[in-house]
């Protein structure tokens, strides 16, 4: 299929759905009972997201939030309440019957705010070529969209050209545990649903480091469904576009406190837990934002941590056998790779498989954050235990 073709397709089947009202997609997560508070059923009942990217305590007051494939407009209207009415929210949409229904409803979602004007705005386009200007969004969010989009590598960088530097984004996506097939690539009813156009973790992510984004990681991670062996995931991923000029700030040292043993940030920078690195302005504010600011100790002089240290974080396994039962760890970041306390070396979005050991490890509340979990296994197993060395490892 031509990517105007899937286009296409993609649309018919956005606006055949938006006009009958049919029920489509993914696990969302929204408080309905509070949306309806504001937001017309009209608009709600076409809600096709997979996330709850404007419901996440990302938009701020103030605002200007761009929602690319802004759909009815739920995200829209709900960054609309939170940017309050001095900010702006702009959804994009290819889809003249998703931009009527949303165009609509946005002076009653208005005056259900108090707002004497609506500060939404619904603009016709495509994400690979949006009508937005330059460096003018502080935030992006986008919900159930770029998987649908045939060329992610342009939307990346059109996301990259209009977020203002020092901006973030935060996008809901279906996802996959490994490449899709071509027979779901070339399968029209498939793209529409969502799994066509589904990317492995580390592609996606790969794609917006590509385009100039840091710091990318998961906010939030929900499965969906598993298709002839692959794991579909909804994933809420946030990532920043820094501003270029911030060389002024260094002297400054960042000591990894864990809970790895050692991770590498996406300029290849690789840190050791305890010791002190030398960084640069840029990154010494990359690390101070979140979720770096609790891994992370920054300073104007090298601290160096023993393990005696309070701030010094390790998570060791049990001192026990492990049982293999098709658990797999999907390191999601902010780091490209990091290693554990057991060796085991996770690199961003490539399932690793690991044992009921390093499971209970990595669902602590200081791994958890940065993993999504899927498991294979497709029948009983029967758990036979493998005996591990004295030090703890085996697997
Ligand atoms: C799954 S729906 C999600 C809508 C909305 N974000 C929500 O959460 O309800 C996908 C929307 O993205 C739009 N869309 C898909 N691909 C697009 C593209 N390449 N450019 C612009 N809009 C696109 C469709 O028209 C549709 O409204």
Same mark, same amino acid.
């Given at each position: 299929?031509?990517?105007? !073709?899937?286009?296409?397709?993609? &649309?018919?089947?956005?606006?055949?759905?938006?006009?009958?009202?049919?029920?489509? @997609?993914?696990?969302?997560?929204?408080?309905?009972?509070?949306?309806?508070?504001?937001?017309?059923? +009209?608009?709600?009942?076409?809600?096709?997201? @997979?996330?709850?990217?404007?419901?996440?305590?990302?938009?701020?007051?103030?605002?200007?939030?761009?929602?690319?494939? %802004?759909?009815?407009?739920?995200?829209?209207?709900?960054? %609309?309440?939170?940017? !309050?009415?001095?900010?702006?929210?702009?959804?994009?949409?290819?889809?003249?019957?998703?931009?009527?229904?949303?165009?609509?409803?946005?002076?009653?979602?208005?005056?259900?705010?108090? /707002?004497?004007? &609506?500060?939404?705005?619904?603009?016709?386009?495509?994400?690979?070529?949006?009508?937005?200007?330059?460096? %003018?969004?502080? *935030?992006?969010?986008?919900? #159930?969209?770029?998987? $649908?989009?045939?060329?992610?590598?342009?939307?990346?960088? +059109?996301?990259?050209?209009? $977020?203002?530097?020092?901006?973030?984004?935060?996008? &809901?996506?279906?996802?996959?545990?490994?490449?899709?097939?071509?027979?779901?690539?070339?399968?029209?009813?498939?793209? !529409?649903? #969502?799994?066509?156009?589904?990317?492995?973790?580390?592609? /996606?992510?790969?794609?917006?480091?590509?385009?100039?984004?840091?710091?990318?990681?998961?906010?939030?991670?929900?499965?969906?469904?598993?298709?002839?062996?692959?794991?579909?995931?909804?994933?809420?991923?946030?990532?920043?576009?820094?501003? +270029?000029?911030?060389?002024?700030?260094?002297?400054?040292?960042?000591?990894?406190?864990?809970?790895?043993?050692?991770?590498?940030?996406?300029?290849?920078?690789?840190?050791?837990?305890?010791?002190?690195?030398?960084?640069?302005?840029?990154?010494?504010? *990359?690390?101070?934002?979140?979720?770096?600011?609790?891994?992370?100790?920054?300073?104007?002089?090298?601290?160096?941590?023993?393990?005696?240290?309070?701030?010094?974080?390790?998570?060791?396994?049990?001192?026990?056998? @492990?049982?293999?039962?098709?658990?797999?760890?999907?390191?999601?970041?902010?780091?490209?790779?990091? +290693?554990?306390?057991?060796?085991? *070396?996770?690199?961003?979005?490539?399932?690793?498989?690991?044992?009921?050991?390093?499971?209970?490890?990595?669902?602590?509340?200081?791994?958890?954050?940065?993993?999504?979990?899927?498991?294979?296994?497709?029948?009983?197993?029967?758990?036979?235990?493998?005996? @591990?060395?004295? &030090? !703890?490892? #085996?697997?």
């Amino acid at each position: 299929m031509s990517y105007d !073709g899937i286009a296409q397709t993609v &649309s018919d089947r956005y606006a055949r759905a938006a006009a009958t009202g049919e029920q489509i @997609c993914c696990p969302t997560g929204y408080n309905f009972d509070d949306l309806r508070t504001f937001i017309p059923d +009209e608009v709600l009942k076409i809600s096709y997201g @997979c996330g709850t990217p404007a419901g996440l305590e990302t938009v701020r007051i103030g605002e200007t939030v761009l929602d690319i494939g %802004s759909g009815g407009g739920i995200d829209c209207f709900e960054a %609309s309440r939170r940017v !309050g009415p001095t900010g702006r929210v702009i959804g994009i949409d290819m889809t003249d019957t998703m931009l009527d229904i949303a165009r609509r409803h946005a002076p009653v979602v208005a005056a259900n705010l108090g /707002y004497e004007t &609506s500060n939404v705005e619904f603009r016709k386009g495509m994400a690979e070529s949006m009508p937005v200007e330059d460096d %003018s969004a502080d *935030l992006i969010i986008s919900n #159930c969209v770029i998987n $649908l989009a045939p060329d992610k590598r342009k939307v990346f960088h +059109e996301m990259n050209r209009v $977020l203002r530097p020092g901006g973030r984004f935060t996008i &809901s996506d279906i996802v996959s545990d490994q490449p899709v097939p071509q027979y779901f690539v070339h399968d029209t009813e498939k793209w !529409g649903n #969502c799994l066509s156009g589904a990317l492995r973790v580390s592609d /996606y992510v790969g794609g917006m480091v590509e385009a100039g984004f840091l710091g990318i990681h998961q906010v939030k991670f929900t499965q969906w469904q598993v298709i002839d062996g692959i794991h579909f995931l909804s994933i809420t991923l946030t990532g920043y576009k820094l501003p +270029e000029a911030m060389e002024h700030n260094n002297g400054l040292f960042a000591t990894l406190l864990g809970p790895f043993s050692r991770a590498t940030d996406e300029s290849g920078q690789s840190y050791r837990r305890g010791i002190p690195q030398p960084v640069h302005g840029r990154t010494a504010h *990359l690390l101070s934002a979140l979720p770096y600011q609790s891994l992370f100790l920054v300073s104007e002089t090298p601290v160096t941590l023993e393990p005696s240290d309070p701030r010094w974080l390790a998570i060791l396994p049990e001192q026990k056998p @492990c049982v293999w039962k098709g658990d797999y760890a999907l390191f999601t970041g902010p780091f490209t790779e990091v +290693e554990d306390d057991d060796d085991h *070396l996770y690199q961003r979005g490539i399932p690793l498989e690991i044992c009921s050991k390093t499971l209970k490890v990595l669902e602590t509340d200081a791994y958890r954050p940065h993993f999504a979990m899927i498991n294979r296994a497709t029948a009983e197993i029967s758990g036979t235990q493998v005996a @591990c060395s004295p &030090s !703890g490892g #085996c697997c």
